[in-house]
């Protein structure tokens, strides 16, 4: 089974990244997680492009339907998550990457809940099917992905939040 993170960041030191970084410690065996290329190489969605017409986009879309499912991490500015995951699933609808793909939603701040529903909601608009994901309290922390796996009571929600996740793709396949 191959899982594909997601970062909604863009920032070099982002808790997000940070936070699939570990998480790719964290799968069971016969499962791959990688972290998809940075959403800052995606062109702004143009309904009139076709996406293969870019390199990127057309990247993005094979990696999306070609993972079983999606693991997101995003920050939450203003009440939202960032233009550029809103830009990079934006590129997906007029594909069949993301048809019924479950997707899980790895939260690095306890205060970051209304970008989340949004997300959620967004994602099930476009036939996306959510798995419960889980936070993990890294805001304020500075923890690199070693120390986030070091500390076990992180390591240990993770890892629980992933083998759920992958139990639920197995399940819908």
Known sequence: MHLLGISGSLRAASTNTRLLTAAVQCVPAGTTLTIATPLRDLPPFDPDEAPDAHPAVARWVRDVREADGLVVSTPEYARGYPGSLKNAFDWL????????????????????????????????????????????????TGLDASAILANEEFAARIRSAIERFVDAVREAA
């Open 93 to 140: 609808v007029g594909t069949d990457a993301f048809v019924r793909k479950p997707f899980m939603l790895l939260n690095a701040s306890a205060r970051s809940t209304v970008a989340h529903e949004t997300l959620t909601t967004v994602l099930e608009t476009m036939s996306g099917v959510h798995v419960a994901g889980a936070t993990i309290p890294l805001l304020g």
